[in-house]
């Protein structure tokens, strides 16, 4: 099977745009969520969808949303982007089961200038 | 809210010696526990994942972990270090049932000397 795959890989905006990257999970699994890797904060969890219903939040300002789509894949939204948001965005995908198992992909690297 | 705590931003080990990577966690039930590794410019790949059924963990590459509850801890293990385990390394916690909401320690950073 084909691992999450996520689009684009890197990413240069400036303050005040917004942007939208993409996630294809694992085919099969129902679970995306997303998490935001910097080196001041580390990992944190933004969301979790599951069946195109968030499950799921983290502690993050209304900038930050996302969806899922009946096929399973994923988007995340930053909107008015902050010189903070530059980060590694990952995305997982879990098939169910108790716990699920988390699948990363390689992530996007979204640099805001 | 559950938290992780790993000892040691940075460790170093010379091949062929024990690695012992620290994981202890605060947790108010029994919880599901995890070990990723990241390599540069990639995704994180699990290692392995305590699940209440056995408290000794084995996963790939000759990794594993030990859950002690009565230390809240899940330390890391590999009887000899390769120079291909290099990388960075994190220990989760569950916040919900599912094991789909995650919260990482701040990671470790393990170095092989040759």
């Known amino acids: 099977k084909a691992g999450v795959t996520q689009t684009p890989r890197y990413l240069i905006k400036t303050r005040g745009q917004q942007v939208t990257l993409s996630c294809s999970p694992i085919s099969g699994h129902r679970s995306v969520s997303w998490y935001q890797q910097t080196p001041g904060q580390g990992l944190q969890f933004l969301f979790e969808?599951?069946?195109?219903?968030?499950?799921n939040k983290g502690n993050f300002p209304g900038r930050f949303s996302g969806r899922q789509f009946s096929n399973s894949r994923s988007e995340m939204n930053v909107s008015t982007l902050e010189l903070g948001d530059s980060a590694l965005y990952l995305c997982a995908s879990a098939p169910q089961g108790v716990p699920d198992t988390q699948y990363f992909g390689p992530g996007t690297r979204l640099t805001v200038l | 809210a559950q938290s992780v705590t790993q000892l040691g931003s940075h460790v170093s080990v010379s091949e062929g010696a024990l690695v012992l990577l620290r994981c202890n966690y605060s947790s108010s039930v029994p919880p599901y526990l995890f070990w990723y590794v990241q390599y540069p410019n990639q995704g994180l790949q699990l290692l392995l994942k305590?699940?209440?059924?056995?408290?000794l963990v084995k996963g790939i590459n000759g990794f594993e972990a030990e859950f002690k509850k009565s230390e809240t801890s899940f330390h890391l293990t590999k009887p000899s270090a390769h120079m291909s385990d290099a990388a960075e390394y994190f220990c989760a916690v569950s916040e919900d049932n599912a094991g789909n909401m995650l919260t990482f320690g701040g990671g470790t950073r393990l170095m092989v000397k040759p």
């Open positions: 305590y699940t209440s059924a056995a408290t």
């Open positions: 969808y599951f069946s195109e219903t968030q499950r």
